[in-house]
Structures are given as C-alpha cells and as structure tokens.
C-alpha cells in the first residue's frame, strides 16, 4: 500500500465524519429545537425558549469575534457591501405590503407570518423551522470567529 492511496483515503474519512464538537452541537440544538416546539408562541414560556438563543448568540458575538471590523475596499470597482441585503429587505417588506393590503383572505394572499402560522400546526415542522434557525445563528457566530482566528494568526507570523 503506497503513502498516496493512505493519504487520499485519510482525507477522505476525514471529510465526510463530522467533527465531535460539531455533531455535539447538532444533537443539543435538535433538542432545544423539539423543546421549543412545545411551546405555545407568544407565552411567556415561548419568548423565554426564544430569547435564551438571542442572548448566547449576543455574548459569544462579543467574546468570538474581533472587535474592529475589516476595512472595507473602496473604489468604482468595490460594489456596495450591503446592496445584496437591502435588496432582500425591500423584496420581503415589499411582500408583506402587498400581500396584507390585498383584498380577500389570506389564504389568496398570505403574509410570511400566515405562513409561518399555517407551519407552526405542526409540531415537526415548527421544531424544524426552529433548529434550522439556531443551525444559523450558530453557523453564523462561527464563520466570524474563525475570521478573527486567521486574523490573529496573520498577526503573529
């Protein structure tokens, strides 16, 4: 057996078994997903489930990711750093505008919330909409942490 085909078959095992940290995490939020999908929206237990995550995803923002954020490039040729999200701001606002001031039901026009109320009926639903929720908020802490890391690294060599 050559030193290639060891190598190849090493990487490949090392892609496809996820990390136990991240499996860790995928088990806990699945669970905190299924609790929260109990709850009744609007109660005050509901808003608890809800604002535990907020408030760990705020501290480990503060904690994880750098304190000044990268220098934006500028120039004709930069683009506008925000213009994908105003855009998908304005369609969604645009959405809702236009869906609740239709006449007839909502049913013939729904908002997202309708939407999302006609989800929430289901208890695998609401509970899957809600881990792939915390699933973004996690990932999300993630990605700007490990910038802060290559930062840090760059830094130091």
Partial sequence: MDSSS?????????????????AALVVV???YALLAATTTAF????NIVTALPIVAMVVLVLV?????ARPLRLG???GHPWRAWVIVFSAVVAWELVEYAARGSRADH??????LDAVNRFYGLKALVFFLWLYLGAAI???GGRRQRRARRRAEA
């Fill in 6 to 22: 060891s190598a190849s078959r090493a990487a490949s095992t090392v892609l496809t078994r996820p990390s136990v940290p991240r």
């Fill in 29 to 31: 939020l699945a669970v």
């Fill in 43 to 46: 109660t005050a237990s509901a």
């Fill in 64 to 68: 994880l990711w750098p304190l000044r």
């Fill in 76 to 78: 004709p040729d930069a």
């Fill in 110 to 115: 729904p908002t997202f919330s309708s939407m």
């Fill in 141 to 143: 802490v993630r990605r």
